[in-house]
């Protein structure tokens, strides 16, 4: 009972704790009209582009900024990996190449948006090293008025 009761918890904690990053542009923008929160966008090479590693592990991850998202944020991603073992489905690598032209036709790694329900600009930024998820979530709420 005691092994039960623990396993419980513990898939609790990892529910509560978990980001849930979507990677459909409109089903982002349905639920961003839904619930009046803006996107963030990330761009990132998940299994090549070292700051974008770095911005996943100091700001995205820890508690302070999960928890931020959780309340005002919907959470997209356009993942490019470059190993042959990480590639996407051809459909979401599509969906993933035209989310690129329109938002990050230079290609710069990692590139973090905000954008309102109908998909336009508030704010755009990158990894900036010695900066704190504090400093993204008040960039966030100056960018989206939040």
């Not at 009209?33 to 090549?48: N, R, T, Y």
């Not at 820890?62 to 073992?85: G, N, S, V």
């Not at 990158?126 to 966030?140: A, D, R, T």
Request: aromatic letters at 8%; one cysteine or more; glycine letters at 4%.
């Amino acid at each position: 009972m005691k092994n039960l009761l623990i396993l419980l918890l513990l898939i609790l904690s990892g529910t509560v704790s978990a980001q849930n990053w979507l990677n459909n542009f409109d089903q982002a923008k349905k639920m961003s009209q839904a619930e009046h929160k803006p996107i963030l966008l990330v761009f990132e090479g998940s299994d090549w582009c070292a700051p974008c590693k770095k911005l996943e592990r100091d700001i995205l991850s820890p508690t302070e900024f999960k928890e931020f998202a959780k309340e005002h944020l919907i959470l997209l991603k356009a993942d490019f990996p470059r190993r042959k073992k990480n590639r996407l489905p051809k459909l979401q690598q599509k969906h993933n190449d035209a989310l690129a032209a329109k938002y990050n036709p230079e290609g710069i790694f990692p590139t973090i948006l905000i954008l309102d329900s109908e998909g336009n600009i508030l704010g755009q930024t990158g990894y900036l090293p010695q900066k704190s998820p504090q400093y993204y979530i008040n960039w966030i709420k100056e960018k989206s008025n939040n």
